[in-house]
């Protein structure tokens, strides 16, 4: 942990390894549909490059040379032959456009579509995004997107004298992207049909299709691996796949959260379950602050003297250490008692994330440990 003027000292002695199974952690009761994806049925995303129009003079400037650029092609398609040079983009703005295409979007469905200036245009108000295909990640063109923009946001005022809301270069489509190409799933066409759980868990990928083949009186479901579940639609006899995959995600299955630990160590933020559990461990933790303080004094020759007036830097160096404190957890600690025992010694969030980096490291720690 990176610190200007402190360093903080940890020392952590381990008493005891080895693994502690937490065979009380509580499950809970959560529906099918809020634990899996059906394969195939996705998102995909879209992306595409435009031009926007109509802006009052809050657009590129000339030093933005693909905005010229794309203008002049487009008047040239139109047939009008124009110098580059004399074009000007002030009510101009090249821009990104974004969109997602969920699935099952047929021709003719309407999708939101976000716009982001790409430019050095100060505001993306009153425009007009021209006509943009929108391609996805195989290049193919599935939606196109044009129409008026609206934006959350404005930037008014000049001469130094501004005032902005929010972000004026980005603005939104609500319904301005029409889907162009089919890409939806045939779901008739398909023999077997794999539902993928979102977190790998062999336990629930197995009573996952044991649930089914119960609910259905009949060996449909097969659980491939831990992610995996395979059912046979021609074995349920159901009247459609639609149906039948509506019947599967109605039911329940209990889950078992995994133990995990989330540290965002830029913000210091830490947010630990409750079925994390610690080996037995003592932790030793001090502080050494160090300060570095320069004062510049002016030194003045007496009168008539043949001296010159200087400045001269005095610097001063103070250090201060605390007493080590320390903590003593016993074999299969909660983390209640982990977040009780830091703030009983004074440890700042900071502190918690080196420390349960050290815990980690050292084998007490029995959970996962991922770190934004």
Request: a neutral charge; glycine letters at 10%; one cysteine or more.
């Amino acid at each position: 942990m990176r610190r200007i003027a402190k360093l903080a000292a940890i020392c952590m002695l381990i008493n005891g390894f080895g693994l502690v199974h937490a065979d009380d952690t509580a499950s809970r009761p959560v529906r099918v549909r809020d634990l899996i994806s059906v394969e195939g049925v996705r998102d995909n995303p879209l992306i595409g490059y435009g031009l926007v129009v109509g802006l009052n003079g809050t657009g590129d400037r000339r030093q933005t040379v693909f905005t010229i650029q794309m203008l002049t092609n487009i008047m040239q398609r139109m047939g009008m032959q124009i110098p580059a040079a004399s074009v000007r983009v002030n009510n101009v703005a090249a821009v990104f456009v974004t969109a997602t295409l969920p699935p099952f979007a047929h021709p003719g469905t309407q999708i939101d579509v976000t716009v982001s200036s790409i430019g050095d245009a100060k505001s993306l108000e009153g425009g007009m995004l021209l006509l943009t295909p929108l391609q996805a990640a195989d290049g193919q063109v599935y939606v196109g997107a044009q129409g008026p923009l609206a934006l959350g946001g404005y930037s008014a005022g000049g001469a130094g004298n501004t005032k902005q809301v929010n972000h004026p270069t980005v603005a939104r489509l609500p319904g301005g992207g029409t889907v162009e190409r089919d890409s939806a799933i045939d779901l008739r066409s398909l023999d077997r049909i794999s539902l993928l759980l979102r977190d790998s868990d062999y336990a629930g990928a197995s009573q996952l299709a044991e649930v089914i083949n119960r609910e259905f009186g009949v060996t449909l479901a097969t659980a491939i691996d831990g992610r995996r579940v395979e059912i046979k639609p021609a074995l349920a006899r159901a009247s459609s796949v639609p149906d039948l995959l509506s019947r599967i995600e109605k039911l329940s299955i209990d889950v078992h959260p995994r133990a995990r630990v989330i540290v965002n160590e830029r913000t210091g933020t830490i947010v630990m379950g409750k079925e994390v559990r610690l080996g037995a461990a003592s932790i030793l933790h001090g502080n050494l602050s160090i300060e570095i303080a320069t004062e510049f004094k002016v030194s003045q020759p007496p009168p008539f003297s043949s001296g010159e007036t200087s400045v001269v830097p005095h610097p001063t160096l103070r250090a201060q250490e605390s007493a080590v404190k320390r903590i003593e957890l016993k074999e299969g600690a909660s983390v209640e008692e982990l977040v009780n025992g830091l703030q009983s010694i004074g440890a700042t969030s900071r502190d918690v994330v080196s420390i349960l980096q050290a815990l980690k490291a050292a084998g007490a720690l029995q959970s996962d440990l991922e770190v934004l």
